[in-house]
């Protein structure tokens, strides 16, 4: 399974297990919920920065860290890189959706590249 990575809001009347991510702060993975064998992986081509793999924990194109302080998810494979969400929103079914990409972390507006990991 190899598709783009977006990040859309739902609301909690609304189960969106098919768009929701878990970062693991242990194992640097981002996997997803509904396909637990899953995971995002940093790998750009001409569509989209990010894709869903194969979960593999040997593999640094799928591990990034979460840096409490900041608020930063940070790429292992581009260090001064932040998962972000980019500043175009677009309406998709009853929700709004934004593309993920790598920006540069000092560069970027905390709006965009700011996330809350819960336990």
Known sequence: MEDKITYKNCS???????????????????????????????????????ALETCDLTNSIQAFTFETDTGWIKSSVEKTQCLAVEGESRLVGPFMSRELTLLPCADTSERFIKWVVLP
């Not at 878990?22 to 081509?45: D, H, K, W």
């Open 12 to 50: 909690q009347s609304y189960k969106c297990g098919d768009v929701q991510f878990q970062f693991e702060v242990e194992t640097g993975l981002i996997r997803s919920v509904a396909f637990a064998e899953y995971c995002m992986a940093f790998a750009p081509n001409d569509q989209t920065t990010f």
